[in-house]
């Protein structure tokens, strides 16, 4: 038990005591998401929050061009959804797609919300998880804000640097902003380095 990749990333932000995480793991339901299909979609309201086992997954949304941006990418260990949507039952503002086959486990709100109640773990830990990802996100917006579409490919290749095999092109080119041939010329510029 104690290799499950949720009780890893579990411990990773709070003391998960092994007896609590075996009812927790029976929260879930295994599910495969294959390559391509949406785990849900802008306008919709998120029915569960999933964590990532196996696979990649995008964050997106829709740009006023009618352009698909790349926000985030989920990878193995990572929380996928929207929570916002999730807890307040208000439609999503992006979609979630699958980037390779996925497998995930998933919660939907009935079960969330009993495991937000009956274990005192699991609710510490949302709630460190949550200062965490508020710290993560707010450095994001201050890199994205003020960072070139160069500056942010090299911050690829010192943070993800996997994502340059993992990815596509065009998912790497969506995420910086720019087009595909843009991120070809941006390639051979860091080369260069």
């Given at each position: 038990m104690s290799e499950h990749l949720l009780?890893?990333?579990l411990q990773q932000r709070h003391h998960f005591p092994t007896t609590e995480f075996e009812k927790f793991l029976a929260l879930f339901e295994e599910a495969y998401l294959p390559k391509n299909d949406m785990l849900f979609t802008t306008g919709s309201i998120v029915k569960q929050v999933c964590f990532?086992?196996?696979g990649c997954m995008r964050q997106y949304h829709i740009t006023a061009n009618g352009d698909e941006r790349n926000i985030f990418f989920a990878e193995e260990g990572w929380w996928c959804g929207e929570m916002d949507s999730f807890i307040?039952?208000?439609p999503s503002t992006m979609s979630m797609q699958a980037v390779e086959d996925c497998h995930i486990l998933?919660?939907?709100?009935?079960?969330w919300e009993h495991a937000t109640r009956t274990i005192p773990d699991y609710a510490l830990y949302q709630i460190k998880n949550r200062g965490y990802t508020v710290a993560w996100l707010k450095g994001m917006l201050s890199n994205i804000s003020v960072e070139t579409p160069d500056e942010k490919?090299?911050?690829i290749?010192?943070?993800t640097p996997h994502w340059i095999n993992r990815l596509p092109q065009y998912q790497i080119a969506s995420y910086?902003?720019?087009t595909p041939?843009?991120?070809s010329r941006i390639r051979k510029r860091n080369m260069r380095l």
């Open positions: 009780f890893t990333t990532l086992m196996k307040n039952l208000t998933c919660m939907d709100r009935e079960k490919y090299r911050r290749l010192k943070e910086l902003g720019v041939e843009t991120l």
